[in-house]
């Protein structure tokens, strides 16, 4: 599957569209083609404050647009520049709840010279979904988002 869709990505990446349109066609594409993909996002760095803003997402829309920096998952990838994959959310003192729904999730960091920006974050109401696969997916996705950052 991951396979599959690498050449896809890269094809979006390649198009003339602006970074906002190419990484929601990701999104879409991600949690169409994923069945144990139920929400993607990415969060960025807001300027030089430490929070993270949302930004292009598919699946349902979610209270949480700002994260201080250390707060969530999100938060904790911000300053840690480490995936994070959390297998049974339930199980996470430091977690921020979107949905009841979910009982997975992954972020994985994105770099641009170097520096974490932002984030891929995957939620899943799959328990335990996420294996090495979508991890170097994942990184494969944030290397080819960053080359139009
Ligand atoms: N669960 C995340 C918050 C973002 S939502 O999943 C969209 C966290 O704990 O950081």
Same mark, same amino acid.
């Given at each position: ?63 949480? $647009?700002?994260? @201080? *920096? ?10 840690? #520049? =480490? ?42 109401? $799959?328990?335990? @979904? *996420? ?10 996705? #944030? =290397? ?6």
């Amino acid at each position: 599957m991951f396979n599959a869709l690498r050449p896809r990505v890269s094809s979006i990446i390649e198009t003339n569209n602006s970074p906002e349109t190419i990484m929601q066609k990701i999104c879409d594409l991600l949690k169409s083609e994923v069945p144990h993909y139920d929400w993607v996002g990415f969060y960025f760095k807001n300027g030089d404050k430490q929070e993270l803003n949302l930004g292009p997402y598919a699946g349902a829309p979610t209270d949480h $647009t700002t994260i @201080p *920096f250390g707060k969530g998952i999100c938060g904790q990838v911000a300053e840690s #520049n =480490e995936n994070f994959v959390v297998p049974d959310v339930k199980a996470q003192d430091n977690y921020i709840a979107c949905s009841i729904t979910v009982k997975a999730e992954i972020v994985v960091p994105l770099f641009v010279n170097g520096e974490n920006i932002g984030q891929i974050d995957i939620d899943s109401n $799959t328990p335990d @979904p *996420f294996t090495q696969e979508d991890e170097r997916f994942l990184e494969f996705v #944030n =290397e080819e988002v960053a080359k139009i950052l």
